[in-house]
C-alpha cells in the first residue's frame, strides 16, 4: 500500500508548527509557490523562510542580519535599486 505523500508533509508542517509554539516563537504562514506552504519566523537576528510541499521535504533558507541599523536615508537607496517605477505606473 502506498503512503500518502500529502499526509506525511502535512503532519511534517503540524509538527513544525507546534514545536514553534512550544518555543514561543513568532511565526506567520503564506504560500508564494504554488501547492507549498510557508512558514516565516522571526527571531532576533535571523528571519527563517520554511516551505513545506506535497510531494517532497521542506526547503529552508535562512538570512541572518549583521546587526547594523542605519538610519532613513537607506530607504531611497532601496527603493532606487529594487522599485520597479516602469510597471507600476502602467
Do not use: K, N
Not at 518555543?23 to 506552504?37: M, P, Y
Not at 527571531?43 to 541572518?64: A, Q, S
Amino acid at each position: 500500500m502506498m503512503s500518502d505523500p500529502t499526509g506525511s508533509s502535512l503532519a511534517d508542517l503540524s509538527a513544525f508548527l507546534l514545536r514553534l509554539e512550544e518555543a514561543r516563537i513568532h511565526f506567520t504562514l503564506t504560500s508564494v509557490r504554488e501547492g507549498a506552504v510557508m512558514v516565516q519566523v522571526a527571531v532576533p537576528g535571523e528571519r527563517w523562510e520554511v516551505e513545506f510541499f506535497p510531494d517532497h521535504t521542506p526547503e529552508i533558507e535562512i538570512f541572518r542580519c549583521d546587526g547594523s541599523i542605519r538610519d532613513a536615508s537607506l530607504l531611497e537607496r532601496l527603493f532606487s535599486e529594487h522599485g520597479d517605477y516602469d510597471s507600476a505606473s502602467a
